[in-house]
């Protein structure tokens, strides 16, 4: 069965961090670009950061620019997104996807995640 499952999320006191995982299974991440993304509840559904197949240069949204990093172990599989310094306002349902072409230029997403919430209160 071809999934992505994240997980990792939870609820963080501002200025906390948490790491997310995106588990790929069915299928080899290797030729697929990595992107997050995320949704607020009221807004639309945002990329905040991708990581290519090749040689792994990663893109970051500009609200998690500098406090975010993403990574990927292809051995296992696996993707990952640090966060740290975290803000209320990185509340969200947090997704990864696959991008077909291995490219964060190409933006075609096929396989999606079912999501981890993230909540950053105190």
């Known amino acids: 069965q071809v999934q992505l499952v994240e997980s990792g999320g939870g609820l963080v006191q501002p200025g906390g961090s948490l790491r997310l995982s995106c588990a790929a299974s069915g299928f080899t991440l290797d030729y697929y670009a990595i992107g997050w993304f995320r949704q607020a509840p009221g807004k639309e559904r945002e990329v905040i950061s991708c990581i290519s197949s090749s040689d792994g240069s990663p893109y970051f949204a500009d609200s998690v620019k500098g406090r975010f990093a993403i990574s990927r172990d292809n051995a296992k599989n696996t993707a990952y997104l640090q966060m740290n310094r975290l803000k209320p306002e990185d509340t969200a349902v947090y997704y990864c996807?696959?991008?077909?072409?291995?490219?964060?230029?190409?933006?075609?997403?096929?396989?999606w995640g079912q999501g981890t919430q993230v909540t950053v209160s105190s």
């Open positions: 996807a696959t991008e077909i072409f291995g490219s964060c230029q190409g933006g075609v997403y096929d396989y």
